[in-house]
T-cell receptor, first 113, second 119 residues
Framework: KQEVTQIPAALSVPEGENLVLNCSFTDSAIYNLQWFRQDPGKGLTSLLLIQSSQREQTSGRLNASLDKSSGRSTLYIAASQPGDSATYLCAVRPGTGGFKTIFGAGTRLFVKA | EAGVAQSPRYKIIEKRQSVAFWCNPISGHATLYWYQQILGQGPKLLIQFQNNGVVDDSQLPKDRFSAERLKGVDSTLKIQPAKLEDSAVYLC?????????????????FGAGSRLTVL
């Protein structure tokens, strides 16, 4: 059974700092891994999607990496800003077992001005 | 492209009452999901549709929850009777196709969610 874990659960950093959010999953048989952002009271916004054949994806100040063999992904945020404050969720789409997308509990990020 | 539409955005009901949520996915998306997100937790899948057929409803509390997808497009999630622990945000998401060689490239897109409070 696929399980997704995110560490840390919460993170507070000063503005301008580079930071890394971690995601681990137990079964390497996946179609893809997707990082989402969720603002309080809002739905999920897709940030980056990494297919199983890819190693990383970049969008602006965000870079996500995928290491299937070790069951890990990282989301790197460069030069953090107060507007980056949100909850970041990692989700994997398993390649077996019904193909439902499974989420971690998220990392709550607070960037201090 | 229009996003995933959900309504209502907010609903407050008494326990034992019923409630229904509606979702209109992105046009052409064959796969539709309903997730439940309790405060402080990640979304938990309730049910997954492929066109108008159910693919996975293993975590749907079928004694009180029901869902249907009309003609493979819109979907409705119903709770009857509601319990206090059903207070959560109900998220609808869609993607073009969840299986096969093209599945890995397909982004999962969410609606804004429907926040339910059961008193």
């Amino acid at each position: 059974k696929q399980e997704v874990t995110q560490i840390p659960a919460a993170l507070s950093v000063p503005e301008g700092e580079n930071l890394v959010l971690n995601c681990s999953f137990t079964d390497s048989a996946i179609y893809n891994l997707q990082w989402f952002r969720q603002d309080p009271g809002k739905g999920l916004t897709s940030l980056l999607l990494i297919q199983s054949s890819q190693r990383e994806q970049t969008s602006g100040r965000l870079n996500a990496s995928l290491d299937k063999s070790s069951g890990r992904s990282t989301l790197y945020i460069a030069a953090s800003q107060p507007g980056d404050s949100a909850t970041y969720l990692c989700a994997v789409r398993p390649g077996t077992g019904g193909f439902k997308t499974i989420f971690g509990a998220g990392t709550r990020l607070f960037v201090k001005a | 492209e229009a996003g995933v539409a959900q309504s209502p955005r907010y609903k407050i009901i008494e326990k034992r009452q019923s409630v229904a949520f509606w979702c209109n996915p992105i046009s052409g998306h064959a796969t539709l999901y309903w997730y439940q997100q309790i405060l402080g937790q990640g979304p938990k899948l309730l049910i997954q549709f492929q066109n108008n057929g159910v693919v996975d409803d293993s975590q749907l509390p079928k004694d009180r929850f029901s869902a249907e997808r009309l003609k493979g497009v819109d979907s409705t999630l119903k709770i009857q009777p509601a319990k206090l622990e059903d207070s959560a945000v109900y998220l609808c998401a869609s993607t073009q196709i969840a299986t096969g060689p093209r599945a890995g490239a397909n982004v999962l897109t969410f609606g804004a969610g429907s926040r339910l409070t059961v008193l």
